[in-house]
């Protein structure tokens, strides 16, 4: 008699123990999940650039406006077989030049890693029906059309 109670007192605190590591278990996949996401908000504050592809056909550069924060930097890439360019319009017209890539081959790429809060209509050298658009805004936010 006393053998069957001591063993449902055992089989009581294992149910107890399994429920413990049950929690443990828990609680430490909880934790897991919060420092993911921790990270997972890091990763969302250090900008990434913003890219824009640079095409043959139109739209050259896509996408070809682009309404950008201060501090995120902006890449082009040129996946085409011919010569481009990044020219900020300033370069040509004599104001001030904020940005020109010169010659960018094949398979090239171009970032402004910063640029201060205003419009910069930009083109192709080579191409000027090539055209593109940065609408540079006083934040980290940024969108694309
Ligand atoms: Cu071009």
């Not at 828990?26 to 921790?38: N, P």
């Not at 504050?45 to 924060?69: E, M």
């Not at 995120?72 to 940005?99: M, Q, V, Y």
């Amino acid at each position: 008699m006393s053998v069957t109670k001591h063993e449902i007192h055992n089989k009581g605190t294992m149910r107890e123990q399994t429920l413990l590591a049950q929690q443990l278990i828990r609680g430490g996949l909880v934790l897991l999940m919060v420092v993911m996401f921790l990270m997972g908000s890091f990763a969302v504050a250090a900008p990434s650039a913003l890219r824009i592809t640079i095409g043959t056909f139109a739209p050259y550069y896509s996408p070809t406006l682009v309404h950008i924060g201060t501090g995120t930097p902006i890449s082009w890439d040129n996946p085409t077989a011919d010569l481009h360019s990044i020219t900020h319009d300033g370069c040509k017209t004599g104001e001030r030049c904020a940005f020109d890539s010169g010659p960018l081959g094949p398979n090239g790429t171009f970032t402004v890693p910063h640029l201060t809060p205003g419009s910069y209509s930009y083109h192709c050298s080579f191409h000027p029906i090539m055209r593109g658009v940065l609408v540079v805004v006083p934040s980290g936010s940024s969108s694309e059309t």
